[in-house]
């Protein structure tokens, strides 16, 4: 062989050899992500997620791969989205909002779902009980059994001079139906009168509260919802406006001004489901998994009531104790 066809084919082969290595090497596993919020919305609990990740020994871009997808608050798109993820064949998808649950579940029976609701999955059939999901589906869960419920037994002791609580819902999300129920059983069991006030879009805001004043409600009672989520600060501007004492499931309402919250932190819900997401790419299986309560679930309450102007005839209300 002559010395230069013999550098030649040296050359050619240390060349190829890293390529042959590269491609020996295991492919990087592959999140999904769906939500039916939209990603600037849903920021601070993305990042929460990612922490969640990283606790479990995986980093975005180095040795885990997420694809997101964001409804951008049309739910009807979550199917297509689910579906286009479930093509991708991630190793485990994480379903924010019961919306995108519902979509994750219908486009995979196999796929590892990671949950991420306010509400209680059993009740809505995601998950067998909580200790023993069973099949593809755990995750964490923010409030428990009754939420509305509950919310509307402390709305009451908040206001126990009122008559008239309402309920704003978004008749979009499909677990309103069943949680206004149960508000509405609840404010009968009170002697109360409830009255349910829709709102899907923020040009919605407005009037909901205006209706709010007209039936001289005593208070508010925001059921859980993603679109509700990403407008605490208007939602509790509204509330402090229109002197309507109001509580929401999330301590960032009463961050943002808002009167009282019962229920989880959503940013430690969205970091404990990373750490589930990492588990499960370890071999862990969800039917294993028991399906998590958020570690701080608490009552939240600002400092003092709003004050209402005028119209001695409309209560006042006093935040319940912190616990």
């Known amino acids: 062989m002559k010395r230069r066809e013999f550098i030649t084919l040296l050359s050619g082969a240390a060349t190829a050899w890293p390529l042959s290595t590269r491609a020996q090497q295991p492919a990087m596993p592959v999140v999904g992500f769906l939500n039916g919020a939209s990603a600037w919305e849903y920021a601070p609990q993305t990042a929460a997620f990612r922490r969640g990740l990283n606790e479990a020994g995986y980093v975005e871009g180095r040795n885990v791969q997420v694809e997101y997808r964001w409804a951008e608050g049309h739910y009807e798109r979550l199917p297509t989205l689910a579906a286009d993820l479930a093509r991708r064949q991630p190793a485990v998808i994480a379903a924010g909002t019961i919306p995108a649950v519902l979509a994750a579940k219908a486009a995979t029976t196999t796929t590892p779902i990671v949950l991420l609701i306010g509400a209680d999955p059993v009740e809505l059939g995601f998950v067998a009980s909580l200790n023993r999901p069973g099949g593809n589906l755990t995750g964490v869960t923010s409030f428990g059994r009754g939420a509305g419920a509950e919310a509307g037994r402390v709305a009451a002791r908040m206001v126990p001079t009122a008559t008239i609580i309402a309920?704003?819902?978004?008749?979009?999300?499909?677990?309103?139906?069943?949680?206004?129920?149960?508000?509405?059983?609840?404010?009968?069991?009170?002697?109360?009168?409830?009255?349910?006030?829709?709102?899907?879009?923020?040009?919605d805001f407005d009037a909901a509260f205006a209706t709010l004043v007209q039936l001289r409600a005593g208070g508010l009672v925001i059921l859980s919802e993603a679109f509700f989520n990403t407008r605490s600060e208007q939602l509790a501007a509204l509330s402090v406006r229109h002197a309507v004492p109001t509580i929401y499931q999330y301590r960032e309402f009463t961050a943002a001004g808002g009167l009282m919250s019962y229920g989880g932190s959503i940013t430690d819900s969205y970091r404990t489901a990373g750490i589930y997401a990492g588990r499960i790419l370890k071999g862990e299986k969800p039917a294993d998994l028991p399906v998590q309560r958020s570690r701080k679930s608490n009552y939240s309450s600002t400092s003092r009531p709003p004050r209402r102007s005028a119209s001695p005839s409309r209560p006042r209300c006093s935040p319940a104790p912190t616990r």
């Open 167 to 203: 309920a704003l819902v978004n008749p979009a999300n499909p677990n309103t139906e069943a949680a206004s129920r149960d508000l509405q059983t609840a404010a009968r069991t009170l002697g109360l009168q409830l009255h349910v006030l829709n709102a899907s879009s923020e040009r």
